[in-house]
C-alpha cells in the first residue's frame, strides 16, 4: 500500500487559457490527503490490491474529489484536475492522453466561445451554417483543396458538435472529466466485446463441424473470456444504476458547484490537515443541529439533471454491450446443446452397434454349443457313417440356424423399435 500511494500520479488538469496540462508527480498517502480531501479507506479502495478484490468497481463522490474505479479505469477527479495513478503504465498512458486531449480541446472551446462576439439571439449557428461557412472560406481554388477542406471542417464541427446546454453554460470540469473516464471504460469493454464477438463465432462454427479437442479447447477459453468480460460489464452497469437512482450521490459529485457555494456563504474549506477529512454530506448531516439552532442556512441542492443525462447516457451504452454478450452467451449456449445433441446421437449409435454385436455372439455361442454336444464321447450311429459330406452339411446347418436366429432377433428389434 505504501508502494502504490506513494507512486507516481499524473495530474491532467486545463488552464482558462485553454491551454491543457499535465504533468508525472511522486504523491504520498499525506498529500494526497491534504491535496483531494479523501480519507484513507478511499485511498485503499482505489489504490490496495486487497481493497480491489472486496471493492471491485466505485464511483464515490466526496467533498472535495470523485474517486473513479470502474473496469481498470482509476483516476481521482477535483474541480481543477484529474489525478491518475501509475501513469507509465501502457494501459494507463492512452487513458491519460484522451483526458488530456479532451479537457484541453473542451478548455479551449469555451476561451473561443468567450472571445468571439455573440450572435443576435444568443444561440450558436446551426450545423448547416457553420459548414457552409467554412466552405465558404475555402471556395478560392487551392491545390491540394480536399485535404484542408476535410481537416477544416472537422476541427470547426468537432469544436462545436455537441449542443449547447439549456442554461448556456458548459459542463463542469468534473463532469468532463467524469465523461472521459465513463466513454473509456465503456469504450475497452466494448471492444474487448467485439474482439470476443470475432473470435467465439467462427470458433462455435468449426466446433460444430468437427468435435475435438483442440475446438473443444478453443471455445472453453472463449467462455471463460465471456464470463470475465460478462461480470465487469456487470458490475459497471449495476454501479450506474446505483448512481442514477441515489441523488445524493450525484449532489456529492457536484464539485464546482460545491465550492462556489461554500464561498458564497462565506464557508471556509471543511478540511483539516491534520485530521482525517469526511464526506461533505456526512459533515451536513452533523451540522445540522448547529445550522438548525443558528440563524439557518441554505442547504446545498444543485440541480442533477446533466449528471442524469450523462450517465443516462453511457448506462445505456454499456447495457448495449451487455445485450451483444447475453447474444453471444445464447450462440454459446445453442452450441453446446447442439453438441450435446450429436454426442447423444453417436452413443445412442454406439448403443444400437453394441447390441447388434451382442445379439452376434449370442448366436454364434448357440452354435458353439451345438459343436459341444456332439464333442461328448457318447456312442451314436452318426460317428460310425463314412460320408465326409455329413460334416460339411453340419456346419452348414448350425451356421444357417445361427444366421436365421441372428435375422430373427434384428428383426423383433427393429419391430419394437429398439434399433432404427
Known amino acids: 500500500m505504501a508502494a502504490a500511494a506513494g507512486g507516481e500520479w499524473a495530474a491532467v488538469s486545463a488552464s482558462s487559457a485553454g491551454e491543457g496540462?499535465?504533468?508525472?508527480?511522486?504523491?504520498?498517502?499525506?498529500?494526497?490527503?491534504?491535496?483531494?480531501?479523501?480519507?484513507?479507506?478511499?485511498?485503499?479502495?482505489?489504490?490496495?490490491?486487497?481493497?480491489?478484490?472486496?471493492?471491485?468497481?466505485?464511483?464515490?463522490?466526496?467533498?472535495?474529489?470523485?474517486?473513479?474505479?470502474?473496469?481498470?479505469?482509476?483516476?481521482?477527479?477535483?474541480?481543477s484536475e484529474v489525478l491518475v495513478p501509475a501513469p507509465r503504465d501502457p494501459s494507463v498512458a492512452p487513458l491519460v492522453g484522451e483526458l488530456h486531449a479532451r479537457l484541453a480541446a473542451a478548455a479551449?472551446?469555451?476561451?473561443?466561445?468567450?472571445?468571439?462576439?455573440?450572435?443576435?439571439?444568443?444561440?450558436?449557428?446551426?450545423?448547416?451554417?457553420?459548414?457552409?461557412?467554412?466552405?465558404?472560406?475555402?471556395a478560392c481554388p487551392r491545390d491540394p483543396a480536399v485535404a484542408p477542406l476535410v481537416a477544416e471542417l472537422h476541427a470547426r464541427l468537432a469544436a462545436t458538435a455537441s449542443p449547447p446546454e439549456e442554461d448556456g453554460k458548459a459542463l463542469p470540469f468534473e463532469f468532463r472529466a467524469l465523461e472521459v473516464c465513463l466513454e473509456f471504460a465503456c469504450k475497452s469493454l466494448d471492444h474487448e466485446t467485439c474482439m470476443l464477438e470475432k473470435e467465439a463465432y467462427p470458433a462455435l462454427d468449426a466446433l460444430t463441424s468437427k468435435v475435438s479437442t483442440l475446438n473443444l479447447e478453443h471455445v472453453r477459453q472463449i467462455k471463460s473470456r465471456l464470463v470475465a468480460i460478462s461480470g465487469g460489464?456487470?458490475?459497471?452497469?449495476?454501479?450506474?444504476?446505483?448512481?442514477?437512482?441515489?441523488?445524493?450521490?450525484?449532489?456529492a459529485m457536484h464539485l464546482s458547484e460545491k465550492l462556489a457555494f461554500q464561498a458564497a456563504v462565506g464557508q471556509s474549506s471543511r478540511f483539516d490537515t491534520e485530521e482525517e477529512p469526511g464526506e461533505f454530506d456526512q459533515q451536513r448531516d452533523d451540522d445540522g443541529d448547529d445550522d438548525d439552532q443558528g440563524e439557518g442556512s441554505v442547504p446545498f441542492s444543485p440541480k442533477i439533471d446533466e449528471l442524469e443525462k450523462l450517465l443516462e447516457a453511457y448506462f445505456v451504452q454499456i447495457d448495449g454491450t451487455l445485450n451483444k454478450l447475453s447474444t453471444l452467451r445464447e450462440y454459446v449456449d445453442d452450441t453446446e446443446d447442439y453438441i450435446?445433441?450429436?454426442?447423444?446421437?453417436?452413443?445412442?449409435?454406439?448403443?444400437?452397434?453394441?447390441?447388434?454385436?451382442?445379439?452376434?455372439t449370442l448366436m454364434a455361442s448357440c452354435a458353439i454349443v451345438v459343436t459341444a454336444v456332439f464333442g461328448i464321447n457318447i456312442h451314436i450311429a452318426l460317428f460310425r457313417t463314412t460320408n465326409t459330406n455329413i460334416f460339411?452339411?453340419?456346419?452348414?446347418?448350425?451356421?444357417?440356424?445361427?444366421?436365421?436366429?441372428?435375422?430373427?432377433?434384428?428383426?423383433?428389434?427393429?419391430?419394437?423399435?429398439?434399433?432404427?
Open 21 to 79: 496540462t499535465w504533468r508525472v508527480e511522486a504523491l504520498g498517502k499525506q498529500q494526497l490527503m491534504r491535496r483531494t480531501g479523501l480519507r484513507v479507506r478511499d485511498l485503499r479502495a482505489l489504490l490496495d490490491p486487497a481493497a480491489q478484490l472486496s471493492h471491485p468497481t466505485s464511483v464515490m463522490g466526496r467533498d472535495r474529489a470523485v474517486v473513479f474505479n470502474l473496469h481498470r479505469v482509476r483516476a481521482v477527479i477535483t474541480a
Open 233 to 251: 460489464v456487470h458490475k459497471v452497469r449495476d454501479q450506474l444504476e446505483h448512481l442514477l437512482d441515489d441523488d445524493a450521490d450525484m449532489v
Open 392 to 420: 460339411w452339411f453340419a456346419n452348414a446347418g448350425m451356421l444357417g440356424g445361427a444366421a436365421a436366429l441372428f435375422v430373427v432377433a434384428i428383426a423383433y428389434y427393429r419391430k419394437n423399435g429398439i434399433l432404427r
Open 340 to 360: 450435446n445433441i450429436m454426442l447423444d446421437d453417436k452413443q445412442n449409435q454406439l448403443l444400437q452397434m453394441g447390441v447388434v454385436l451382442s445379439t452376434a
Open 108 to 138: 479551449a472551446a469555451a476561451a473561443a466561445a468567450a472571445a468571439s462576439p455573440p450572435e443576435e439571439d444568443g444561440k450558436a449557428l446551426p450545423f448547416e451554417f457553420r459548414a457552409l461557412e467554412v466552405c465558404l472560406d475555402f
